[in-house]
């Protein structure tokens, strides 16, 4: 079985640009969740998704918004970017919420 | 205090011994526990998951559970190089995905 894929896998913008992210589950797993990791904050829950509905929305400004669609792929949007929005951006894909979750590659994004 | 808490290191450890990774935490609340290995640069990979208080083991690693004294840990025996990496544990809560995870454990085994 494949992976969890995200697309891009590295993204550089500036300040005050928005940026979307991409990330494809296991196949048949249908429940996804958003991480953050930085060197400083380590890593952190952003949103889950599950049967395209947000279950679950980690401290994070509005900024960061994300979707899922009904073949549970999943994309998240971050607006206004700012510097400290430079971080590696994880998916995790589980068949159902509350079962093991397994992480994709990652996004890079650096802002400038 | 963190919810999850773990000693950032570096455990430094010879090839073949025992490394002995601790993680305590302070939401009751949480039922599933996990330890992910992260290599430089990497995405973290899942490695053991534990529910229910006691031992667990699979191939080289043991994972232990104890809730009453909300701490848990992992055992890597024979240790190789191969297995220096960060180690990171998380709390899930059941029905949910939200995983609060540790700051990690580097772990530098040496040959």
């Known amino acids: 079985k494949a992976g969890v894929t995200q697309t891009p896998r590295y993204l550089i913008k500036t300040r005050g640009q928005q940026v979307t992210l991409s990330c494809s589950p296991i196949?048949?797993?249908?429940?996804v969740s958003w991480y953050q990791q930085t060197p400083g904050q380590g890593l952190q829950f952003l949103f889950e998704?599950?049967?395209?509905?947000?279950?679950n929305k980690g401290n994070f400004p509005g900024r960061f918004s994300g979707r899922q669609f009904s073949n549970s792929r999943s994309e998240m949007n971050v607006s206004t970017l700012e510097l400290g929005d430079s971080a590696l951006y994880l998916c995790?894909?589980?068949?159902?919420?509350?079962?093991?979750?397994?992480f994709g590659p990652g996004t890079r994004l650096l802002v400038l | 205090q963190k919810e999850v808490e773990q000693n950032s290191g570096p455990l430094s450890v010879p090839e073949g011994a025992i490394a002995s990774l601790n993680c305590t935490y302070s939401?009751?609340?949480?039922?599933?526990f996990f330890w992910y290995r992260q290599y430089s640069g990497k995405s973290p990979e899942l490695i053991m998951f534990?529910?229910?208080?006691g031992d667990k083991e699979d191939g080289r690693f043991t994972a232990q559970l104890n809730k009453a004294s909300q701490y848990v840990s992992l055992l890597i025996r024979d240790s190789q190089p191969s297995d220096s990496a960060t180690y990171l544990c998380?709390?899930?809560?059941?029905?949910?995905?939200?995983?609060?995870f540790g700051g990690g454990t580097r772990v530098l085994v040496k040959p």
């Open positions: 939401d009751r609340g949480s039922q599933s």
């Open positions: 998704y599950f049967s395209e509905t947000q279950r």
């Open positions: 995790a894909s589980s068949p159902i919420p509350g079962e093991t979750q397994y």
């Open positions: 998380a709390g899930g809560k059941a029905a949910g995905n939200k995983l609060t």
């Open positions: 534990i529910y229910s208080n």
């Open positions: 196949s048949g797993h249908r429940s």
